[in-house]
């Protein structure tokens, strides 16, 4: 549609805004002068029916509170994340400290297993040659070198 206005520019000026309200206008033109000592002004307006598109509707609320509603559960999952990632973190220093103990394990075994040696190879009491066979044996069945 096209239209044209014609009056005072504060006159004007308020009837585009009211048209704005009702209808979607495309486009508006500068005001031109009226012919002779008229104060008077003439603005041309192109529109189609419909609100403007910045004119809130109910999908535009609907929308809105969709998108915050997500914005929400977004935050909470953050949230979630966070609380899981410090659990992981947690986790990560229990097996931190579990590997350090396994390798003292492994360290304090390898030295029973060298007593054990030395004692085969430099004992002469048979006992104690025996009892270190004995030892050696029951580390080698639990825990194998390697």
Known sequence: MKIRIMGLPDEIEAAIEA??????????????????????????????????????????????????????????????????AD????AEATADRWRKRAEEAEAAIAGVRRLCDLTISASCRVQAIEQARDTLTVLDRTMPEG
């Open 19 to 84: 048209l704005r309200s009702v209808l979607d206008v495309i486009e508006e033109s500068k005001p031109y002068a009226n012919c002779g000592n008229s104060r008077a002004v003439r603005v041309y307006l192109e529109a189609r029916p419909g609100a403007a598109p910045s004119a809130p509707d109910q999908g535009s609320a609907e929308l809105l509170a969709r998108a915050e509603a997500a914005e929400d559960r977004l935050r909470q999952t953050a949230s979630a994340v966070r609380g899981l």
């Open 87 to 90: 659990r992981a973190d947690a």
